[in-house]
């Protein structure tokens, strides 16, 4: 049978919980002061605690205080009088599980104690890791960033006080809020997810509270708001920071008072929901500007929990790579996860993900669609090359230049075809320059180049002669990675940087070549895509991000789906 520990100075108060916990077959241990209270938690094991804010020789908040430190395990709830919201707040951040207000409510006690019990059930599921894990496969990750949270999450769910989860785009809020509700007493009830910023203004309050059969036009059946759905369980506030104002003084009254009054109804409804919210913006800032109640922010943050970016905890890509690669396959219905190499697993370990974890989801789902085989390589992955993953022994591309041509055989291009009058032809990127018996190491480029396209250099480090039959596509550019010592300094003319950008610059020139393939091929993709030595999925990849329309499926007799 548990056991209970009373901690209040009313006698009467006393009496009547006595008598509701034992009709749940709870037995009670009463202290009307703070010293007898923590002389009876010292000499017994309780299951949970309720006490009283306010005692004649202390306060409740020392009796939290003095539970938190030494029997953490131990659940302890505040009582508190009408107007000390503030002070229930405290006791929150202190380490109480919940609070109920005065005058007690035999239900919403009953209710409190329920939770209390399932919070010591909880935590002993927790201490048997070799039967539940409750991160596993939910929250990925080993470094000192990830563990900590780990740690957070499972305090936070013996708790009922309000989470503030503030993090970047994409560090995984919802899971977090998820695990929090799972792990909690409140794991059997709804968890009910709402993103603030994609309901309407206009619908919010009805939304949010529910409303009556014909309360407005349209109104033709009663509806529960999302309170109701979540009562019991959890209401998680996506994005809490685009709730408009007018909305934000109803929140917060719900919130404050555990009722809410649907549209059209006369009466009050009484909820038990445990809020959670998250947003990527500074809150802070915005209560700073008048554009978030502070009131309401000092509700709903009452406990902070800082979400770690990806870049934060970069110990913890691959794994996050090799399980999204497995879930990727698996919904693909793959035979077999690919793998990747180890250039690609470099570069995923240095890129920058300005959108962290849902950024590095959609990378490989990418590599995984542009792969020719299992293997995913560093090319397939199609990062923009940059400082942050390029291995420090190679080359900058501002240090060195050199002309070089897309061939696959000395003097014979790849893409050396019947000459068409239409067929454009590719604009330089540089003059070439004749520069012999310099040693040369190629290196291949993830942005132009990505889709397979083999850069050599050309033998003779000059323009060659174009057959009257066959016209030969060169792509003069400057190219990363050579190492030629003793090389002139670039012209002017060289030295000058594209006004659009890197990125649009590389786009441009890509296009181009595509387009030249397409001509010249009569715009059959799958002979086009020989021509550029690559896959016919990955060039229809490219024409589809490129923006390349392709209207003349008339003139692509052989196209397939080949892959």
């Given amino acids: 049978m548990a056991l209970a520990l009373i901690i209040d100075d009313e006698v009467d108060l006393c009496r009547l919980m006595q008598m509701t916990l034992k009709k749940m077959g709870i037995e009670t241990k009463v202290a009307y002061d703070y010293a007898t209270g923590i002389s009876h938690l010292q000499a017994y094991n309780f299951d949970f605690c309720l006490t009283d804010l306010k005692l004649p020789d202390g306060t409740g908040l020392d009796i939290v205080k003095f539970i938190s430190k030494n029997y953490a395990k131990t659940p302890v709830a505040v009582i508190t009088a009408h107007g000390s919201m503030d002070l229930a707040i405290e006791a929150l951040k202190l380490g109480a599980f919940d609070f109920v207000n005065k005058p007690l409510e035999l239900s919403r006690l009953r209710q409190l104690v329920e939770n209390a019990l399932k919070v010591a059930e909880n935590a002993n599921k927790l201490n048997c890791k070799e039967v539940y894990d409750p991160f596993s496969s939910r929250l990925i990750g080993q470094s000192n960033a990830i563990a900590q949270l780990k740690t957070t999450i499972q305090k936070l769910a013996r708790s009922q006080a309000p989470v503030f989860l503030w993090g970047e785009s994409g560090t995984g809020k919802e899971v977090v809020a998820k695990l929090i509700h799972d792990l909690s007493p409140r794991c059997s009830a709804n968890f009910v997810p709402v993103n603030c910023g994609a309901i309407p203004s206009e619908l919010m309050e009805s939304e949010f509270f529910g409303h009556k059969k014909g309360s407005f036009t349209g109104a033709t059946a009663d509806k529960e708001g999302l309170f109701q759905q979540a009562n019991g369980g959890t209401l998680f506030l996506d994005e809490v920071a685009d709730l408009p104002i007018s909305m934000q003084v109803k929140l917060l009254r719900a919130i404050q008072e555990k009722k809410i009054r649907p549209i059209g109804s006369t009466q009050e409804i009484a909820v038990d929901v445990r809020l959670l919210s998250a947003t990527h913006k500074n809150l802070a800032k915005l209560v700073e500007t008048g554009e978030f109640r502070q009131d309401l922010y000092y509700r709903i943050n009452v406990i902070e929990v800082k979400l770690p970016s990806l870049n934060e905890r970069r110990d913890d890509i691959l794994l996050l790579a090799n399980h999204f690669i497995a879930l990727i396959a698996d919904d693909w219905g793959l035979s077999q996860p690919p793998t990747l190499s180890n250039e690609a697993a470099v570069q995923l370990a240095n890129h920058h993900f300005a959108g962290n974890v849902r950024e590095l989801r959609n990378i490989l789902e990418r590599a995984i669609t542009l792969a020719d085989g299992n293997v995913i390589e560093a090319n397939h992955l199609n990062l923009p090359l940059s400082a942050a993953n390029v291995s420090p022994d190679t080359p900058r591309i501002h240090e060195i230049q050199k002309t070089h041509e897309i061939t696959e055989t000395p003097n014979q291009s790849v893409l050396s075809i019947p000459s068409q009058p239409s067929a454009p032809k590719v604009t330089p990127l540089a003059e070439p320059k004749s520069i012999a018996n310099s040693p040369i190491n190629t290196f291949y480029s993830s942005n132009l180049f990505a889709s397979g396209y083999k850069v050599k250099p050309n033998i003779q480090f000059a323009p060659t002669p174009i057959q009257s039959t066959h016209e030969a596509l060169t792509l003069n550019a400057p190219t990363a990675g050579i190492n030629a010592p003793n090389l002139a300094q670039p012209s ?44 016919f999925r990955s060039l229809r990849y490219r024409m589809k991000k490129l923006g390349i329309d392709n209207d003349s499926d008339i003139h692509s007799d052989s196209d397939s789906d080949e892959d």
Avoid: F, H
């Avoid at 786009?507 to 550029?532: D, F, P, Y």
């Fill in 492 to 535: 002017a003319e060289e030295d000058q940087l594209p006004e659009e950008g890197l990125e649009e610059y590389l786009m441009n020139q890509e296009r181009k070549v595509i387009i030249t393939a397409l001509n010249c091929s009569g715009w059959n993709r799958t002979q086009a895509a020989k021509l550029l030595n690559t896959t």
